[in-house]
């Protein structure tokens, strides 16, 4: 999708949709920890997105081992601390009805 070409009405509501996602996928670890393993998943979709293009693919493995170095050495008490401040900055958020919604996920 060509961020030229769409409207702002097309990427706001396609922000909404990716925070809904978000807040969604947040909501349903009842584990601290899984926020962890969901972002893994995140990111392993985009490093195979991106094998077509070499410098991108490499710039995404990069990410995915910052990512491996800095969180998974974080302490039960701090995936828990980053998981009520992500479902408290989303509770504040107010999006539109979306699929979630309209199909009662």
Request: net charge positive; glycine share 2%; aromatic share 12%.
């Given at each position: ?12 509501k396609l922000y909404d949709l990716m925070t809904m996602a ?73 999006v539109r009805e979306t699929i979630f919604q309209k199909e009662?996920?």
């Amino acid at each position: 999708v060509s961020t030229q070409r769409t409207g702002t009405n097309s990427m706001d509501k396609l922000y909404d949709l990716m925070t809904m996602a978000v807040k969604y996928q947040v909501s349903l670890c009842q584990r601290p920890q899984e926020i962890l393993f969901v972002t893994f998943n995140h990111l392993d979709a985009l490093i195979k997105y991106c094998k077509g293009d070499k410098d991108l693919h490499a710039m995404t493995i990069k990410l995915f081992n910052d990512f491996v170095t800095r969180y998974s050495q974080l302490t039960p008490g701090q995936f828990q601390l980053l998981r009520s401040t992500l479902l408290s900055y989303f509770q504040d958020q107010q999006v539109r009805e979306t699929i979630f919604q309209k199909e009662a996920i």
